[in-house]
């Protein structure tokens, strides 16, 4: 009994997952034409001052005894 009700809900799921890919189907990407180039070795050159955040590092931590 239980499992019948079990593959009743996985159907009906399945059922509902497909119904919503073939109404509501994903929107095709819009890609944007660059008409400029980027040069990525001169954007990480011309970086120089980050902002830098602290905070202490608990990766690895030992209870004391």
Do not use: W
């Not at 890919?21 to 990525?40: M, N």
């Not at 902002?51 to 030992?62: A, G, L, N, R, S």
């Amino acid at each position: 009994m239980r499992a019948r009700s079990i593959m009743t809900l996985v159907a009906i799921l399945l059922i509902g997952v497909a119904a919503k890919v073939a109404f509501f189907g994903a929107q095709p990407a819009e890609a944007v034409p660059s008409r400029t180039s980027l040069d990525i070795q001169q954007m990480h050159r011309s970086i120089t001052n980050l902002p830098v955040q602290k905070f202490q590092d608990m990766t690895i931590v030992f209870a004391g005894d």
